[in-house]
Nanobody, 116 residues
Framework: QVRLVESGGGLVQPGGSLRLSCAASENIFSINAMGWYRRAPGKERELVATLTSGGTTNYADSVKGRFTISRDNAKNTVNLQMNSLKPEDTAIYYC??????????WGRGTQVTVSS
């Protein structure tokens, strides 16, 4: 019932920055939590950052201080600002909408490659 479309991925050099966006088909105020996850080659998908409708944020230790999750309610968009990027940040990044702990919707993902 919730469609998510990610954008902003691409190739960037180590130390560079990239901004990902996730456009939702529903008012994000009506969604319990939005989040960004990633899957590196050969690895399991992992949590990057989450943002609840109440404004509470949570970050993986590996990205804390470098990444920032935010929202634009007028555009029903959740963003992920990524700074000081490292090669180990290379992964497919996915947007998730959590309606309840049992009902989640996922975007198709966007590729982020950090390489010199």
């Amino acid at each position: 019932q919730v469609r998510l479309v990610e954008s902003g991925g691409g190739l960037v050099q180590p130390g560079g920055s990239l901004r990902l966006s996730c456009a939702a088909s529903e008012n994000i105020f009506s969604i319990n939590a939005m989040g960004w996850y990633r899957r590196a080659p050969g690895k399991e998908r992992e949590l990057v950052a989450t943002l609840t409708s109440g404004g509470t944020t949570n970050y993986a230790d590996s990205v804390k201080g470098r990444f920032t999750i935010s929202r634009d309610n007028a555009k029903n968009t959740v963003n992920l600002q990524m700074n000081s990027l490292k090669p180990e940040d290379t992964a497919i990044y996915y947007c998730k909408a959590a309606i309840t702990t049992q009902i989640n919707y996922w975007g198709r993902g966007t590729q982020v490659t950090v390489s010199s």
